[in-house]
């Protein structure tokens, strides 16, 4: 049997938005800044995917702009709002992706900026009176903080934070790519100054994603070269993939309630399996708190065992995907950042299940079984 429980990592490419992209990729090829009607035809299906996305996020148009995916996004509006506003200090935590964590750090050591960082709980999760009081010190900075951890699974109060920020005239950026198309956005509400997408972690293709940028907020490109997205980024649009993540939020949007009654129900099959079958087994974060976190990601801590190192291996033979912390960490020597900031004792294994849609029950029990058998001892896999 083979079970894929990375989902957090990337997902499986719904059949709807393949539908939607194929003519993109045959019959309407031409260059989208081409005046000629070969180009007006494809320039109309991207404003049609501006448009379909800003309607379902409850924005404008003109403050969609398309990238590469959520890295380019997030440093998009974090090195652009820094350079076009000047700022000279930035708030952060330590268990943000690297998008943002390596992004910040890289202009601290230029000298751009200076960072601080949000005190976390034993949980990771956010301290918003030190937020506060970091913002009081230092009132006009820019802020990054994610609105769901991709290893844990901790929620952020986007809400909360937001207004914080607003009462500081502070910059709010929040990397909301695990949370996009699973979570409804509305970005009339919401006081986040930037937030961003990937199309490929809601069952759209890879290799594209979008940058939202309030209204009032005019910040300089990051990618030089070109006209296109209204000056904004340089670089012919990737036609297919743009129209494809239009069609993954749409579906996303549309069959939200029912995905996640499933998913959550996954989750919490998992986690009973789980407690069940392993006598010392605990989770990460708040990944074992259904409706408190993200409910397509759930982390466990294993009790030492001999097998710890061999787990993920193990797994993998028997047809099992899943990772071992964040997908951008994998096959390094330093583990997870966000695992050693919450002291995770470095003798237990960790495994992060992620789940889709396209997830049943019966693949749930195989995994959870297969983990528990493994773990036992009954029968390892060398």
Excluded: W
């Excluded at 709807?16 to 993109?24: F, I, S």
């Excluded at 007006?40 to 969609?64: D, F, M």
């Excluded at 982390?299 to 071992?324: E, H, K, T, W």
Aim: aromatic content about 6%; proline content about 3%.
């Amino acid at each position: 049997m083979k079970v894929y429980l990375d989902n957090a990592a990337t997902t499986q490419l719904d059949p709807e938005v393949l539908e939607a992209m194929l003519p993109l990729m045959t019959e309407q090829f031409g260059n989208p800044s081409s005046i000629h009607s070969f180009g007006r035809a494809v320039r109309s299906s991207i404003e049609r995917a501006r448009k379909n996305i800003a309607g379902i996020l409850n924005a404008a148009p003109a403050e969609i702009f398309f990238t590469s995916g959520g890295t380019e996004a997030d440093n998009t509006a974090i090195r652009s709002s820094i350079e076009t506003f000047g700022l000279k200090h930035a708030i952060t935590s330590r268990i943000e992706h690297h998008a943002v964590l390596h992004t910040l750090e890289h202009l601290k050591k230029l000298g751009v900026i200076e960072l601080s960082f949000v005190n976390l709980n034993e949980k990771g999760e956010v301290d918003l009176g030190h937020l506060d009081a970091l913002l009081a010190s230092k009132p006009r900075s820019l802020v990054s903080l994610m609105h769901g951890n991709n290893e844990i699974g901790n929620l952020l109060d986007l809400e909360a934070a937001g207004d914080i920020c607003e009462k500081y005239d502070a910059i709010f950026h929040s990397d909301t790519v695990q949370t996009m198309g699973h979570y409804r956005h509305d970005l009339q509400k919401l006081k986040t100054n930037f937030i961003v997408g990937a199309a490929h972690k809601f069952n759209g293709p890879k290799g594209v994603g979008f940058l939202y940028v309030r209204p009032g907020i005019k910040i300089h490109p990051f990618v030089h070269g070109g006209a296109q997205e209204r000056n904004m980024r340089g670089g012919t649009e990737n036609i297919y993939g743009i129209v494809g993540l239009a069609k993954a939020l749409e579906i996303a949007y549309r069959d939200m309630d029912a995905h996640q009654a499933h998913i959550e129900g996954l989750k919490g099959r998992m986690i009973a399996k789980l407690q069940s079958g392993i006598e010392g087994v605990t989770f990460n974060g708040k990944s074992a708190e259904l409706g408190e976190s993200l409910y397509t990601v759930l982390s466990v801590s294993l009790p030492p065992s001999d097998i710890s190192d061999m787990l993920l291996f193990n797994l993998d033979i028997a047809g099992i995907a899943v990772s071992g912390g964040s997908a951008c960490s994998s096959g390094t020597d330093i583990g997870s950042h966000v695992l050693n900031e919450l002291r995770i004792d470095e003798n237990r294994a960790n495994v992060r299940f992620s789940f889709g849609k396209y997830n049943t029950e019966a693949e749930i029990d195989y995994a959870a079984e297969t983990l528990i058998s493994l773990y036992k001892k009954e029968s390892i896999i060398l």
